[in-house]
């Protein structure tokens, strides 16, 4: 992480050089530029340097000075804006202000250049260090280069997989045999097999076992095993297949090849397979590179030859295979029973778990969370334990995160999850470190976890992109290298919530702790009680009273809150902002027990970040203006009614969240100031009330960088004015608009010019004489909801061509007898919801309508007594769900003899329930 506090730094000093150059003194300007340039020379050596300071204590001392020095440094800058800072107000005000502050700015520039020199000549002492070091690591590199291979290296990473092995692995059976059916398929062309998932999985395990059953042995003329890894250099793998080809037909590697360069190696290896049936794994492939580099020497003719090849990354997965559509398999974890029989096979011995130890032992089970390296390493180091001392078991639960630390069975567990880590760019490192700031098994909302990270300035700006659409581009890019994972998609593909593995939380957590990048203050934490001097990033998890002894938060940048739940936590959080963390820029405060915004937060002039959900806070007072840096408010769930004028002062707010849950579950917002049109770098409003000021729906056209937006009570007069705005909102991907009351007209039947045809997600609350016509154009339109609309016309005709359409929800939105799908309509359609349409008597299906759907829920249909004329033709319809439906239909689908349930037969999942008298009926094929 050296590498990265540089590389952050560096971007800081470019940008403070170009802002600065008219406040900055000539001696000041030559300190901060020889700073930028020193630490920019030894960036290049800190990559491979981190890669290994666990070998040499001389570079983890190093490296810690490189961090601690570009901290400091970053704290100097960013006091250095603050100070000078003197022009946020206009008018007399402001000029007053400018003349007290240029009084100060004497003795604030002493004191900054005086710090500035001292960094200087730390960075000075560190650069000599960096000489004399560069030439100590190159002899070590040279050093641990050799052909043998320490245990560090990527062979023992790779020989660790045979522990799985080793412990009879569980649950290979299945893949092993749909892989070698996919290498013995009788196809002609040659095919490639791709095994994707994170380390630890097996993927190599799995494919070893494939590459030496003797039914493909015997089925192919040429074997080789090449393993890539990180370390990987073409000419040696060439010259490694050479030699395994040659040894299988016993003849010796003619001598010319020991002289031959890439092409040249490329080329002999085509030729020798050229009429050949060949199969070769390519195990642990990091880059695309490696593959396109070996792929052009691998002969694709008509003898049926297989490649099989592992990764962590899933775009070389597919990339791989792209060309011929080939397989991909992706490795899961172990079911729970799986991964229960594997730990007491390797803890016990056999199946029998001790009856004493059960418990504890699911538990431990439970944070490997099915990686069967992890239950492998960790049944090997409870194996040795005493099966009486229940304790011992106990302690075990408890430091697993120190085992992993230590040198021994997780010690190797470790390993392999840090060559993923070791192979991130510095910006995904901070990225994917960040994330150690949540407790354990917190799923991670991508659309509180994202606007952090821009917060933290860990995003780099990409020219035609949004910060938002980077940020979304490094989650995805973790996600794809097995890192993060997806624990909930939204109905139309996005990412809901995230997590990571316990094991690798783990990992994660004890690398930040290491470098100072986060700390956690927890009751249950080993580390509450030893927070650094300099914290930069605190985590408070339940309440604790470790962290108030801290005094030094003055280098503070991130304060994070979860399930702190002291009823006194208004005085707490004084007491930790009193300690003078200026330089806060991200204070989470969710769901703690605040009942108000303690004065000390409007002082903190660098504030990016402020969420306050579901918090019990009642006003946002005037001077919340005073934050001018504050880019994101989160006010959902509050007693926040009414948003200040001062707000309007936010001129760099880009998401203001502040809707609440009324009665009956309805979407209610807030009231905000008249001209809210001001905050034009708005990309998310969700929710205002429009009906208290005519003119504030007119305001919403001012904001051409929204993305997302909200609109409650929006009065039938303001339809054709709305309508107007949003012709002007040309980026909108979500909008969510609901009357007055729920009898009122939603008036949305006026042209939009020119049409959001971005918008990706469409709800509507309220009545409505036709589906507007401009919905009929929206092409990228993934989701629409219907809420009390009782339409009375046929609704489906406007939307069945849409072709991106994946997700309608109807909750009395329709007053019709019958629902016709047309023939071929909604073509990419996954599920379908029809709820309270009270009138409603039969739906029909034509067809080759719904070809993709996937669910298909009804509730309160009463008047519904067959299942949809059709259904048995929806191929792809795996779950339905009924509720509080008419007797009728319910009786004839428990008669497993009725029209009605055969209809259903293939349906994986039908779950029947009556709300009313909480009766619920499963039925699971």
Known sequence: MAENSVAFLLKELSTFLLQQNTNLGSGLEKDVQFIKDELGSMRAFLRDAEAKEDDVYELQEWLRQVREVASDTEDVLDEFEMKFGCHHADGLLGRIKKIFCSVKNV?????????????????????????????????????????????????????????????????????????????????????????????????????????????????????????????FHMKVILKDLIQQLHNEIREPVPQQVEWMEGNQLRAFVKDFLQERRYIIVLDDIWSMNSWEAIKYALPNG????????????ADIAIGSCIESRDYIHEMKPLPVEESWNLFCIKTFGDNCCPQNLEDVSRRILSKCKGLPLAIVAIGGLLALKNKSKLDEWEMTHRSLGGELEGIGKLEKVKNILLLSYNDLPFFLKSCLLYISIYPEDQKMDPELLIPRWIAEGFIHEKKGMTTTEVALGYLNELVNRSLIQVAEFYRD?????????????????????????????SSCSRDCARLPDKPRRLAIHGYNENHQECKHFRHLRSLVIFGYTDPLFNSSLSKILSGGPKMLKVL???????????????????????????????????????LHSLEYLNLIGTKVRELPVGILQLRKLRILLVYHIGKDFALCGVKPPSQIGNLLFLEILHSIDADHDKTLVMEIGKLTQLRKLGISKLRKIDGAILCSSLGKLT???????????????????????????????????????????????????????????????????????????????????????????????????????????????????????????????????????????????????????????????????????????????????????????????????
Not at 303 to 308: E, H, K, P, T
Not at 602 to 622: A, C, M
Request: glycine share 6%; hydrophobic share 40%; charged share 25%.
């Open 107 to 231: 003795r604030v520039r002493y004191e900054i250049s005086s710090r500035l020199k001292n960094i200087r000549s730390r960075v000075e002492d560190i650069s000599a260090r960096h000489q004399r070091y560069q030439s100590t690591y190159s002899t070590f590199r040279r050093g641990s280069s050799s052909s043998d291979a320490t245990e560090d290296g990527t062979s023992y990473v790779r020989g660790n997989a045979l522990l799985v092995e080793e412990a009879k692995l569980v649950g290979i059976n299945e893949p092993k045999r749909e892989l070698i059916s996919r290498v013995l398929a009788d196809d002609s062309h040659l095919k490639v097999i791709s095994v994707v998932g994170m380390g630890g999985l097996g993927k190599t395990t799995l494919v070893k076992r494939v590459y030496e059953d003797p039914t493909v042995k015997r089925k192919f003329h040429c074997h080789a095993w090449l393993t890539i890894s990180q370390t």
């Open 302 to 313: 008509s003898y049926s030859s297989r490649i099989m090849l592992t990764t962590r990354i």
């Open 493 to 521: 593909g996005g990412i809901r919530y995230c997590r990571v593995h316990d094991i690798l939380r783990e990992i994660i957590l004890t690398k930040s702790r290491e470098e100072n990048f986060v700390n956690v203050a």
């Open 588 to 626: 989470h405060l969710e769901g703690a027990k605040l009942t108000n915004i303690p004065k000390e937060v409007f002082q903190l002039f660098r504030l990016k970040f402020l969420n306050l959900r579901d918090t019990g806070v009642q006003i946002i007072p005037p001077c919340i203006g005073k």
């Open 731 to 925: 980026n909108l991907r979500q909008l969510c608009v609901n009357s007055i009351k729920e009898d009122d007209t939603l008036d949305l039947l006026h042209p939009i010019s020119p049409t959001p045809r971005a918008l990706q997600v469409l709800e509507l609350g309220g009545r409505l004489e036709m589906i507007p016509p401009w919905v009929a154009s929206l092409q990228n339109l993934t989701t629409i909801q219907l809420f009390g609309s009782r339409l009375r016309h046929d609704l489906l005709e406007s939307l069945q061509s849409l072709p991106n359409l994946v997700d309608v929800s109807l909750n009395n939105a329709y007053e019709g007898e019958e629902l016709y799908f047309m023939a071929g309509g909604f073509q990419k359609l996954k599920r379908l919801e029809l709820t309270r349409l009270q009138k409603l008597k039969c739906v029909r299906v034509g067809d080759r309508a719904m070809p993709c759907l996937h669910k298909l829920v009804m509730a309160e249909c009463k008047l519904v007594e067959k299942l949809p004329w059709g259904i048995q033709n929806l191929n792809e319809l795996k779950s339905l769900g009924l509720a509080d439906m008419s007797n009728e239909l319910i009786v004839k689908l428990q008669d497993k003899g009725s029209e009605e349930y055969q209809k259903i037969a293939l349906v994986s999942e039908v779950v029947i329930a009556n709300w009313k008298d909480g009766k619920l009926w499963k039925r699971f094929l």
